[in-house]
């Protein structure tokens, strides 16, 4: 698939499934076309909050729907998307996002006693948004969306551009950074329909973590086929 640009494959899908749903997660539901709309309106924030081209910013949370808003609002920025591993701990986190130059990072609840304790030692992160909300200071996700127009920003985006960053356990060593373009991506969901036949009568359950390329692809797959994808907690 060497013209494989993913979030324009996302949004045809948005187009042809419209209010069919796309993701279930606990007692929400979310249509192709609220995840179009809600990822066009993270996009816009990011530009706003003056990301770049290839810039990076980092989730580390639980399994959530709201991963997919920021992945594909990430790549209609033409930024690329970290996936911190959740089971690191603070100095490996911090390697993490220096090593990725992580402007933001989005956190969920349950780790953010961590990444309050690393802050200091991370100065190219400019900003922390609350995925759950409940921080003094930092910006509640939902809150930092919704303030932003639900506008496709329809950038100049190319097949080499990065799509993630994934990093590895670092069992032997500092944990590496693997850059997937939309290239790598396309030539892999092509493989994977060799295993996965999925189509848009399906209804995919993802329960492998989402800081794990097994995971952000079964979610890919299924939404790429149209299907209804429910996303487990860890």
Same mark, same amino acid.
């Given at each position: 698939m060497t013209d494989?640009?993913? &979030? +324009?494959? &996302?949004? *045809?899908? *948005? $187009?042809k499934q419209g209010d069919k749903p796309a993701l279930v997660f606990?007692?929400?539901t979310t249509s192709f076309a609220q995840l179009s709309s809600l990822s066009n309106q993270v996009a816009q924030q990011l530009l706003a909050a003056d990301i770049k081209p290839h810039s990076r910013v980092a989730f580390m949370g639980a399994n959530s729907d709201l991963y997919f808003q920021l992945l594909f609002g990430a790549q209609k920025a033409r930024a690329v998307l970290v996936g911190v591993n959740s089971r690191l701990a603070g100095p490996e986190v911090a390697y993490v996002l220096n090593d990725a130059q992580a402007e933001m990072v989005f956190v969920g609840k349950d780790f953010v006693p961590l990444i309050e304790s690393i802050l200091a030692d991370c100065p190219q992160v400019r900003q922390v948004i609350a995925m759950d909300g409940g921080h003094d200071s930092w910006e509640d996700f939902a809150a930092w969306r919704d303030a932003g127009s639900d506008i496709h920003p329809a950038l100049d985006y190319q097949t080499d551009d990065d799509f993630i960053q994934l990093y590895t356990s670092g069992t $032997?060593?500092?944990p590496k950074g693997v850059q997937l373009t939309n290239t790598n991506m396309g030539s892999a969901l092509e493989q994977a329909n060799d295993w996965a036949?999925?189509? *848009? +009568? +399906?209804?995919v359950l993802l329960c492998m973590p989402l800081f794990h390329i097994a995971g952000v692809n079964v979610g890919l797959i299924g939404l790429l086929e149209g299907a209804k994808v429910t996303v487990l907690p860890e």
């Open positions: 494989f640009i993913l &979030i +324009d494959e &996302i949004e *045809a899908q *948005a $187009t606990k007692d929400r $032997t060593g500092h036949d999925w189509n *848009a +009568d +399906d209804h």
